[in-house]
């Protein structure tokens, strides 16, 4: 779990402009932890989103 946030995080950071915002928010909902990073970097092309979940895919951009 330790690297999954991590790993989040680190893309964030790489993807988005100096002086651009990222947020990072959790919070309890039920008796889940919902973790949220929002940032303003170019995002997942809409072709690719179909393939984020599928192990190993790694987009052209990334």
Excluded: C
Aim: aromatic share 10%; charged share 25%; net charge negative.
């Amino acid at each position: 779990m330790y690297l999954a946030i991590v790993n989040l995080f680190q893309n964030a950071i790489k993807f988005t402009s100096p002086g651009d915002t990222i947020t990072i928010r959790g919070f309890e909902d039920g008796s889940e932890v919902v973790i949220e990073v929002a940032d303003t970097g170019p995002g997942i092309p809409e072709e690719e989103v179909p393939h984020v979940w599928q192990e190993l895919y790694r987009g052209k951009n990334a």
